[in-house]
């Protein structure tokens, strides 16, 4: 069991929560990485599952509007076929049928995603080779399709992306971003279905995750809320900023970020820095 997080820890956590959910950098290597830098073990169950929740309530609050509208029009059309047509239908469609890889993968394998996979060679690994992934679809998508044009096929594809981030380090949003952009996606068509899909599958997770863990007596529930809700005014600046800056410029700048640290990453684990 691990012990109950204090208001340091919970703020710092908080911030880096809020700061990299959203950016294609890996939320969850970046939790690792800095709980051991400071010397802290695994913040536990209650703390993920609750700090996630406030960065997707970021999420609905930034895209309320839309989020409104498509599922208002969806569900009007299941009894209102003329409604079918309508991206705001298709879009109900598309992040459900999206969803379903990653909740597959994640029930199927969630011992090894909570075990194994928690390691930061592997984490290391794929920073550095992600990172290229992303590097190699901004650089060679053609950036015309816009959601509009979004179908079913790419829905499903998009989904099988973002499952891909069950693995630490991958990134959810790096992953989903990447394949729609070797998709043929706008920069900011791919980060806005990114966000859209990521809210079942993170809110689903972080509420089975709280379930779970309600009456562990070591959950610090002070700090974790309080780093819920850094998390949450963070994250909300950062999806606003993020969709302002890759409407005019290239994911380069996160592609040199994860290559950096990834390689970082690899010279602390041989220094003994870090351990696996």
Known sequence: MSEAIGWFEAVVLGLV????????????AHILIVSQLFGWQDPGAAFTAVTQIGTEAAVIVYFRRDIARIISTWARSLGRPALRASIDARMGWYVIVGTIP???????FSHQIETAARNL???AGTLIGFGIVLGLADALGRH?????ELNAKDGIVFGLGQALALIPGVSRSGATISTGLALGYTREAAARYSFLLAIPAVLASGFYEATKIGGDSSVAWGPSLVATIIAFAVGLAVIAWLLRWVSTRTYLPFVVYRICLGVAVIVLLLLGVLSA
């Open 17 to 28: 929560q809020g700061l990299t959910e959203f950016l294609p950098i890996s939320s969850s």
């Open 144 to 148: 015309r399709l816009t959601l509009a």
């Open 102 to 108: 990653i909740a597959v993968l994640g029930v199927a």
């Open 121 to 123: 060679w592997l984490v």
